[in-house]
């Protein structure tokens, strides 16, 4: 297959799920924070609080449509541009989609126009209900697609069926409670929140900057910096089991965020740091131009132990026999002979063989696990690109910090304090907006650039999961879709921007 | 008993009728996609639009659902279908898409001040989906039956034998009998949905003319659709799996399958006389019988091409890449597991009929539209 259309075909699908991502973890976030807000309202049958609700959820309606369209985008993708792919594992993969749909989709988008439509013509308990069921039902969709999402990355609970060439779930089980996804997920959806929270106390500390609505302001930031710092906190601790996953079954996914080129025990994590470009997995330079060091922090992320051995990237690409390390070479002439056990296999059976599919059938089975590496061409292609995969882990560890230092002061300060009063707290809260999109969007560059080549770790590579199409169609429809969604996002941001502008007492 | 001891056939056919009815529910909620063609026809002014608007731009997720559903069960029960249309047909999925995202943001951003692209703009959105986007889908569909140029290579990977990928459905002039037909099918319904929602005489007037005026021509493409489909050579399976022509194969199937001919046939009469009452009578609740005969209709047409020994997406280059039910779904395992999920079905139509009742229960008014604190499209 041409490797443009690979290239093209990736940058397509990277395109859109960066824009879906753009949208769908404020859907994520601030349909918990408006169901909140509402139970206050009604709890306390304030009219103040009625109005900070309607205000944030003019907000999240705004959102929620392009999060929608995206949303439809991807999922037809997976067969327009990986059509090989969808046939392979569409028998475990459509399965959590489907069931998305029934079960979560369907609630979303039925109680979003009680939610919006329904004010005077539903009682205020099933209002309410009906505002939770759209929260819980977009967090539930979450879940079904990043089940999806950790079964690439962790393929469980299936078997290969030569006859079908396909994988073919076994237990439905182990697919949705694998480690991988629950931890996917778990972790992805508090980002979510965490931008949610970042976008309430952010619109919060404009107002306040402005004097502008500033009681709705500052009960506005009690809830979001609650909800910021409770989740912050989540987001720590499922970030710490994600990257205990990926040292478990992406090794060397683990290896590229770090840089580490040589494995070692006692390994730290680069505090701070910057990547020397000169260096290969086969040259003497030094891995970085300059670093600092949390010393054992990485033996303890990844395998919560300080003395444990965490391998680098040459011994995972060349092998190391001490720690029973397999050479990708190895790996690789193991993935050929699957691949033609495969061939083998058909052959007999169109033969009507029985006796000749039943052996290629035993060589397949003993290789399978290595299926993919038979369409590797070398050992160093299995390296993800190192530099986009550091960069983005440091980013999103780094402004994860940050975000849990800013919601406890702001926690501190609305609830102990005039919060008005302390004006570059409030400017850093604004700043931090888009930080949270970029925090995101750069845990997302290490959970998929991180396993390239693999569309399916271990079992297929992205060149063989495209749809054999000419590139030129790719190229056309990549620049309709960048033109489209560049369209709509500039359209969301300025509706957006006037939104808030025009506050909670002038819109509706 | 479960769904474990269910033959594999017998769990493909199962999904093969979810997949039929599910094809049948978006027909019919595409309903919204025809209101938006009628905006302009049936309103005078900015309020009359908005009423308009905002009576089908409360149902909008529901198509979108819908349509996401019956990709994801298509993904789910029959992958081959999947990979191959998708992957195959990729500018006619990638054209509808289109058509379908440009509505997602159209209702929300309408009428928002500092909208960057203007109200005329999002209004033309809306036209296009509820045109194009409906007319596209019904070629598509109507390649069930027309076939398409693939093979497919021995890993089962789809080989498209076309450089328009999809597009050529269009040279074939019997596609667009199913495309308009859909179109002036969905423009009856969302007439049909305005009378009962709306709750302003001047709109329901112009929704009862509109029918008059769309109904016949929904008639001649209709029919001249049924025709083709009944006089045509159909694709069949023999009983070694092998697939031939064979000389009015969907007539023969609706002959063969009487239940599904009754259906049909139901189905058909319950639209023409929600129409017929609607006009002549006045009755402004015809959307629940024409809504049922298009789901009843719809199904029966899906279950014609799927059941009985069909090829549902035949290969015009290679007969023998055909797909059916059977060689195309996906795995005893799989088609169980999803099966116990769609016991869920009736619990998700249950709770969107009692949101749905309680939202309708009052209908919509100018003084509603016009309310200084109403959220509006």
Known sequence: MEEHLVDWSRAQFALTAIYHFLFVPLTLGLGFIVAIMETIYVKTGSQEWKKITQFWMTLFAINFAIGVATGLIMEFEFGTNWANYSWFVGDIFGAPLAVEGILAFFMESTFFAVMFFGWNKVGKKFHLLSTWLVAIGSNLSALW???ANGWMQYPVGMTFNPDTVRNEMTNFWDVLFSPVAISKFLHTIGSGYVIAALFVVGISAYYLLKKREVSIAKKSMIVGATFGLITSLFLTLSGDESAHQVAQHQPIKLAAMEGLYEGRTEAGIVAVGMLNPKKTLTNEAEPYLFELEAPYALSLLGYHDIDAFVPGLNDLVYGNKERGIMSVEEKMARGKIAVTALEDYKE?????????????????????????????????DVVPPIGLTFYAFHIMVSLGGWFLVLFSVLLYLSTKKDISRYT???????????????????????AEVGRQPWAIQDLMPVNIAATQIATTNIQISFWMFAFLFTLLLVAEIKIMLKQIKIGPNGGH | ???????????????WFIVSLLGGLFVFIMFVQGGQTLIDTLSENETEKTML????GRKWELGFTTLVLFGGALFAAFPLFYSTSFG???????????????????????????????????????????SLGVFLLGVAISTFFSGAEFHLNDNNFVLWDNSLRGLEALANPYNYLLGFALVFLTKISGALYFLNNIDYQPIRERAVSSIKFNMPIFLIFFVGFTAWLLLKDGYAVDSNSVVVLEHHKYLNNFLEMPVVLGMFIVGVAMVVIAVFVAVVYGFTCCIRTAGVGTVVTVTAI???VGYNNTAYYPSLTDLQSSLTIMNSSGSHYTLMAMSYASLMVPFVLAYIAYAWYSMDRVKITKEEIEAPDAHNY
């Open chain 2, 88 to 130: 195959g047909a990729y500018w006619v999925w990638l054209a509808i898409l289109f058509c379908f995202i440009i509505q997602a943001v159209s209702y929300e951003y309408r009428t928002k001040p500092n909208n960057f692209l203007g109200q005329k703009i999002y209004e033309s959105f809306l036209k296009i989906n509820g």
């Open chain 1, 424 to 446: 570059l707290i409030l400017k850093s809260a604004v700043l931090s907006i888009p930080l949270g999109y970029i925090a995101a969007e750069a845990g997302w560059i290490v």
């Open chain 2, 53 to 56: 608007i905002n009576s089908i």
């Open chain 1, 145 to 147: 697609i990043l089940v």
């Open chain 2, 302 to 304: 899906l279950l014609n």
């Open chain 1, 348 to 380: 007999a059976k169109k033969a009507n063989n029985e006796q000749k599919a039943f052996e290629a059938k035993q060589i397949l089975d003993q290789d399978m696990k290595y299926f993919g590496y038979g369409h590797i061409k070398a050992p160093e």
């Open chain 2, 1 to 15: 008993m479960g769904f474990g001891d269910l033959e594999l056939l017998t769990l493909q056919q199962y999904w």
